[in-house]
């Protein structure tokens, strides 16, 4: 079988999974040759068929940028992938998991672009005048494969389990360097399920942005103004189903949803 025919039957795999709620068995499990480098031509290509889809880019994510989520997954190095506008969902509002299959929450930082980055080597400063604003997130997760089980080249090539997102609206800029401190709690069903804050990503989440610009920079790709960008889950993700409300509390505002 060609290297591209194997593509895109992994492809058509990840995009079966997903619509018929079937998950699969990671691919790395049966071939053992399945590289990081070949997992992203997988999500490349998936990416080009939602786009042809009709589907628009809303930007991207960086995936277990802390050792909470590298611990929860088993898999220890940062990775991304992208998000589209139709995964966004209104805060305050019910999130429908009846397409999802086994979906998690997290609570991240997210960045939203007022420049491009990755047209020149990218530096933190350059991040930072960059980033327009800062804001509150939370991410669920949907992993396409049996028992949320991947290696690597597994996760990057499901488009790093992405499924739906979550925006604040109060601009986090003005903590400055005590954004990294800010405390936030992620309840279900009025329990404390976990806490984390911002340091858990990578010590500072423009780090994560940093080192996404980095990645698009050596692939000779740009983030565009307007890009949101998810930084990373701070704590493990946690289980949700019909029925459970979901609050990720920030200092300033909090996330929340009921499950239907
Ligand atoms: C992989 C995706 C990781 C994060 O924020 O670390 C991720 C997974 O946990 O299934 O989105
Ligand atoms: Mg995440």
Same mark, same amino acid.
């Given at each position: ?38 997992? !992203? ?5 998936? $990416?080009?068929?939602?786009? #042809? +889809?009709?589907?628009?880019?809303? @930007? &991207?994510?960086? =995936? ?80 396409? !494969? ?5 290696? $690597?080249?597994?996760?990057? #090539? +499901?488009?790093?389990?992405?499924? @739906? &997102?979550?925006? =604040? ?92």
């Amino acid at each position: 079988m060609s290297l591209s025919t194997n593509r895109m039957d992994k492809v058509t795999a990840l995009r079966e999974a997903r619509r018929n709620k079937q998950p699969i068995v990671a691919f790395s499990g049966n071939e053992a040759e399945f590289t990081l480098e070949e997992g !992203y031509a997988v999500q490349r290509a998936l $990416l080009e068929m939602a786009l #042809a +889809d009709g589907e628009e880019l809303a @930007g &991207f994510k960086m =995936g277990l940028t802390s050792r909470a989520k590298q611990r929860d997954v088993g898999v220890d190095s940062a990775i991304h992938g992208f998000i589209l506008k139709s995964q966004e969902e209104e805060k305050g509002g019910t999130v429908n998991l009846g397409h999802r299959i086994h979906p998690r929450v997290e609570p991240e930082v997210a960045a939203v672009l007022g420049k491009p980055l990755g047209e020149t080597p990218p530096t933190l400063r350059e991040v930072r005048l960059a980033v327009s604003g800062l804001f509150p997130a939370l991410e669920i997760l949907d992993s396409r !494969y049996q028992g949320f089980s991947f290696r $690597l080249p597994d996760v990057v #090539a +499901d488009n790093t389990s992405a499924s @739906g &997102f979550m925006l =604040g609206h109060q601009d986090l800029t003005g903590y400055g360097g005590e954004l990294p401190w800010l405390g936030v709690s992620m309840k279900k069903n009025g329990e404390l399920i976990d806490t984390g804050c911002p340091a858990a990503v990578f010590g500072d989440p423009l780090l994560s942005v940093l080192a996404l610009a980095k990645e698009f920079y050596k692939a000779g790709r740009v983030l565009s103004p307007g890009s949101v960008i998810l930084t990373g889950g701070l704590t493990a993700a946690m289980p949700i189903t019909p029925g459970d409300f979901v609050e990720v509390i920030w200092p300033n505002e909090s996330l929340s949803f009921r499950c239907i």
